[in-house]
């Protein structure tokens, strides 16, 4: 198996690509009574599009499929329900689905680690569509996907995508709606799974305290063979550099206003994205983060109630940096963080407040390490990005100054921000 070690942290990985492509990454934590196992195929709802390596054709999905195909993978024949199982051993078990990606997990505390991982791998490669159990999903989903439409937050998030994004199917939900997963029937999951559940487009992350060779073998024996298969070609819309619309404001059942802040990006370099991660992280903090002028100044006036919650998220396919909170006066928090980024733009940044926000950020990366979920959940996301999660600790003294001021000149930019408000009715 490859090693790869942080010499900061002093934590090792080891990776090992089977013959079926299969990639396997094993973070060795000794001492811990936890295990966190999950097991992850590249196919998320912006996958919608795409011509299957085994036979050429090109398919066009309804919008919901990776989280329709999630939700079934559980049921197996004769009734059985896979998760049941896995929580009837003690086992914290679940699935999601992102933009890119769906998952399957669990954690333990036992000695059930093993049945868990038969469990887990034999649902994950037995797949049971029907008709009659996709009709009855449709019912199960279809009130997901309305509890969801009644979400606050979660809309105020699909209106920022809406404001960003023109046609990238980011700004979609992932559960689809009720018109679009009318259309799923099983040939439709079927094509899907054998597409994108082949292991040449899943990777298998585990973290505990394990021999990583011993667990290798294991996960090998409960592997069923098949084919290789081709690359699969996704077919992904043309997205314009501009935004769609600066601003979007609906009504619904809050208390106090919500906002989020919308800043659109270029399609991520690899060679730069982490460095470029970390840099707008530090930017954010010191722009609008509770050790902040900015904020102290809102805080205090009572116009943000409380500290911002801000992310740079980012795939093959879109860029974007989010800044949400709450305020009685959400326009004036959008002037008041434009004002800022234009001082920032032509002041600098601040050398000292630089440097403590700097390290800050290098200790919640280096905290994260402390937790299984969080260290295995983190080599999956990073892994379908084509990105080594130690490469944000090993990089981070590259991120200066001079380099974050570039950034923050190329990136926050008012051409490219939106904003997205939800007021109460």
């Known amino acids: 198996m490859k090693i790869i070690e942080s010499t900061k942290i002093k934590e090792k990985a080891y990776f090992e690509k089977l013959e079926n492509g299969l990639n396997i990454i094993i973070i060795p934590k000794a001492n811990t009574n936890k295990k966190y196992v999950v097991w992850g195929t590249n196919f998320g709802s912006i996958d919608n599009r795409f011509i299957m390596p085994q036979t050429n054709e090109e398919v066009f999905i309804p919008d919901g499929v990776a989280h329709f195909l999630e939700h079934k993978m ?15 051993l003690g086992l914290d078990a679940n699935a999601y689905t992102t933009n890119d990606h769906t998952a399957y997990l669990f954690e333990c505390s036992s000695d059930k680690f093993y049945e868990g991982l038969d469990e887990l791998m034999d649902y994950v490669q037995n797949p049971y569509f029907t008709d009659e159990n996709v009709e009855k999903e449709k019912g199960i989903i279809g009130q997901e996907i309305k509890m969801y439409d009644d979400d606050p937050g979660f809309q105020l998030y699909l209106n920022t995508m809406d404001c960003l994004y023109h046609k990238n199917a980011v700004k979609l939900d992932i559960a689809g709606t009720i018109e679009s997963i009318s259309e799923i029937d099983p040939d439709v999951l079927y094509k899907c799974y054998n597409t994108f559940y082949h292991p040449s487009n899943m990777t298998l992350v585990v973290c505990g305290d394990f021999n990583p060779e011993e667990l290798l073998n294991e996960i090998k024996k409960r592997l069923l063979p098949k084919e290789n298969q081709g690359e699969i070609k996704r077919i992904y819309e043309n997205e314009d550099d501009t935004i769609n619309m600066p601003k979007k404001e609906v009504n619904m059942e809050v208390s106090t206003p919500i906002f989020m802040i919308g800043i659109k990006d270029k399609l991520p370099e690899h060679e730069e994205i982490v460095k470029k991660h ?14 902040s002028d900015l904020y102290k100044e809102l805080y205090d006036s009572g116009d943000l109630l409380a500290e911002p919650d801000f992310d740079y998220e980012f795939s093959k396919q879109y860029a974007h940096v989010l800044v949400g909170g709450q305020s009685k006066n959400p326009q004036k ?16 940044l601040n050398d000292e407040h630089f440097e403590r926000i700097k390290r800050k950020i290098y200790g919640d990366y280096v905290g994260d390490y402390n937790s299984v979920s969080n260290i295995a959940r983190m080599f999956l996301t990073d892994n379908f990005k084509n990105i080594n999660s130690f490469d944000y600790i090993e990089k981070f003294e590259t991120v200066t100054k001079e380099y974050a001021e570039q950034i923050l000149k190329d990136i926050f930019n008012e051409d490219k921000m939106a904003i997205s408000i939800v007021n109460p009715k």
């Open 74 to 88: 559980f049921e197996q024949k004769n009734g059985r329900n896979s998760l049941d199982v896995l929580m009837a």
């Open 278 to 291: 970390i840099a707008i992280q530090i930017i954010l903090n010191m722009l609008i983060g509770k050790s």
């Open 333 to 348: 928090i959008y002037e008041k963080f434009k004002n800022e980024l234009k001082k920032y733009k032509e002041n600098g």
